[in-house]
């Protein structure tokens, strides 16, 4: 009898696809999601709408900001972000909407594939399980942030894949391409300016310079629909004004829907009884934040020159909504850092594997439709999330070695030491 041996095409199409699993997962979760939004009638992207309203309106040199028939889902974001969504604009809403979606879900993709190409060359040392392993793992972490921003076609997914773009512009050296993604991302939201304090650490001053110069471009950029300069002032009073309400309404910082770490430590320690007055919150919040900025710097002295920037950029990035009073979703900050623990996750002692894992539950596992209204509100109540996020920014800063060689010569020191232990208490007892 004989057999037929796999043809070489055969092989290829197995290799591919044994290697990109990872892809074809993201994609089949991303199409059943969208299925399953269109068949029960729940596909319905309201934070999207809002972006494809501004930019229909920017389109007609209208008004953006206040319009009362808008109800509560109003805009409250630059004139510069609604530019952005002037190609979807110029399709119809359903139509927009769908390509938003796949576009959000490709931009993941890329994003990803991007991230665990410069993890990999920033540590080539690291002997790791499959790029499709660690990168399924990851992303069921954050998977039910993810499914959100599918769900109510928000931009933390795209300021995400923006940050991760960005890291690679600044490890490939490329001044431009970075300041210009820096620009962008703070008109989208200023999550971006927490890289600012760490770009004049590093002496960084033409990426600086750059970022400045594009942030004026885009400043005026509205005049191209708006030709008066009249408007274009009254559309950034108009944000200003929105932004004064915003802030107003997030400054209970003990409010259950405060997720910061500024919040959180102050609801689960005696603090909160001494912070009654703004002055003695605004001085809390200075000492707290002078700490994450001490803590960060001794992180950053025990890397590595060359894997330095990438682990340096993704704690920042982690550290966005602990800073900033957001929603939940911006929790799908924590993927880079995901990412590089798995990565490393050989080379992890098992104290830091448990906190990994459980960290990685905290952020991912309340998911609404398995846990149910009551236990997905008061899980977010406690912000857990926030607990999850400082568990694995932990293990990134207090991690002793990210030496993978380092790690097997102490097991196999420590396996060789105590097998000649139990020769000598084999010897004693003959």
């Keep these: 009898m004989t057999f037929k041996k796999n043809s070489p095409s055969s092989h290829g199409i197995k290799r591919y696809l044994n290697v990109n699993r990872w892809i074809i997962f993201i994609v089949v979760v991303s199409l059943t999601s969208l299925a399953g939004e269109i068949m029960n009638d729940k596909f319905t992207m309201l934070d999207f709408e809002v972006y494809y309203k501004t930019a229909s309106r920017m389109l007609d040199h209208s008004e953006l900001y206040s319009i009362k028939e808008d109800g509560h889902y109003v805009y409250k974001y630059s004139p510069v972000a609604g530019l952005l969504f002037i190609p979807f604009a110029l399709i119809n809403y359903t139509a927009a909407s769908l390509l938003y979606w796949l576009f959000l879900t490709g931009l993941l993709i890329a994003g990803l594939k991007t991230f665990f ?70 008109f989208i939201k200023p999550f971006g300016l927490i890289f600012v304090p760490y770009l004049i650490l590093k002496k960084q001053w033409s990426k600086i310079s750059y970022s400045l110069l594009f942030i004026i471009i885009l400043t005026i950029s509205p005049i191209i629909f708006y030709p008066s300069l009249d408007q274009v002032i009254h559309l950034y009073q108009s944000w200003q004004n929105e932004l004064v309400i915003e802030l107003n309404s997030k400054q209970n910082l003990l409010a259950d829907a405060n997720h910061t770490i500024f919040a959180v430590v102050a609801r689960y320690t005696p603090l909160k009884f001494i912070l009654t007055t703004p002055i003695a919150q605004k001085i809390y919040q200075l000492i707290l934040l002078g700490i994450i900025g001490t803590s960060f710097l001794f992180f950053s002295r025990r890397l590595r020159k060359k894997e330095s920037s990438l682990k340096e950029f993704s704690f920042l990035v982690a550290l966005i909504p602990l800073l900033a009073f957001t929603s939940e979703n911006a929790f799908i900050f924590e993927l880079p850092t995901i990412i590089i623990l798995v990565y490393y996750f050989n080379t992890l002692t098992t104290l830091q594997k448990v906190i990994l894992s ?64 139990t020769r000598a208490e084999a010897g004693d007892d003959t």
Excluded at 149 to 172: D, K, P, T
Excluded at 403 to 408: A, N, V
């Design 117 to 186: 190409n410069v993890l990999e060359k920033s540590d080539t040392r690291v002997k790791q399980t499959s790029i499709s392993t660690i990168l399924i793992l990851a992303v069921a972490s954050v998977a039910v942030h993810i499914h959100r921003e599918w769900h109510l076609g928000q931009v933390n997914m795209l300021l995400l894949i923006s940050y991760i773009f960005l890291i690679n512009a600044y490890r490939r050296k490329q001044t431009v391409l970075f300041s210009t993604l820096l620009s962008i991302s703070i």
């Design 358 to 421: 459980i960290g990685c539950l905290l952020i991912g596992a309340n998911i609404y439709d398995i846990v149910g209204s009551e236990v997905s509100t008061f899980l977010i109540s406690i912000s857990i999330y926030t607990f999850g996020t400082v568990m694995l920014l932990s293990i990134l800063m207090l991690k002793k070695s990210w030496d993978p060689l380092e790690r097997s010569s102490s097991v196999a020191h420590s396996t060789y030491g105590s097998r000649i232990t």
